[in-house]
């Protein structure tokens, strides 16, 4: 899992409540179990007319947002179906934190075994945040995480809180096979105790 420390990037403004997985990535995308190619089927009902051409109206399709890197959302993102392919679609896209007022359960606890940085901020910081990435291209967010810290293109800081546990294993990069890896002495050192005592098994 790649690490995540600072990041700093266009943010894109999602004025839109409940946001399911769904609408993430729909299920016509979930025939493979490979973390890679999900950018395309990325919020495809909204990014793609019928006849497949981009629609000019969603904010993803727009010149400023194109190279977005973080998206700003309105309450209750990732909601609905636990379907872990939709922290890879945001991945897989270029998308590595998502900001909002709350989260499903379920898609939040998938962001951080991914890579995916989802922050939980009060109503008002959402409104400021939104209001920053309204700009377009000048929607400039820079986001430290050892700090805690969303700074603006005003130079303004939100401050976020997170996880001990969580914030430790995205800026080490670790998932849950990185932290098994990590304790990887003490289950040989198990292992080789537990086979001279019962040698039979």
């Not at 939709?86 to 951080?112: E, H, K, M």
């Not at 990185?178 to 040698?199: D, W």
Request: charged share 30%.
């Amino acid at each position: 899992m790649d690490k995540f420390t600072r990041l700093e990037g266009v943010a894109a403004p999602l004025r839109i409540v409940n946001v399911d997985t769904d609408m993430i990535i729909p299920k016509q995308y979930l025939k493979t179990l490979k973390r890679t190619g999900l950018g395309k089927g990325l919020f495809s009902e909204l990014r793609f007319k019928e006849d497949g051409s981009d629609n000019p109206d969603f904010v993803l399709n727009k010149p400023a947002y194109r190279n977005a890197k973080i998206i700003v959302a309105d309450n209750n993102f990732g909601c609905g179906s636990s379907r872990e392919h939709a922290p890879w679609a945001l991945l897989d896209y270029g998308i590595r934190c998502v900001i909002s007022t709350q989260f499903g359960d379920i898609f939040y606890n998938n962001c951080f075994k991914n890579g995916l940085l989802p922050i939980k901020v009060a109503p008002e910081d959402l409104e400021k945040l939104f209001d920053d990435a309204e700009r377009g291209s000048n929607a400039t967010l820079s986001i430290d995480l050892e700090k805690q810290e969303i700074r603006g293109p005003d130079g303004g800081v939100i401050k976020f809180d997170i996880d001990p546990h969580r914030k430790h294993c995205l800026l080490n990069g670790l998932d849950d096979i990185g932290q098994t890896h990590l304790k990887k002495a003490k289950i040989q050192s198990f292992e080789e105790k537990s086979r001279a005592e019962r040698p039979w098994a």
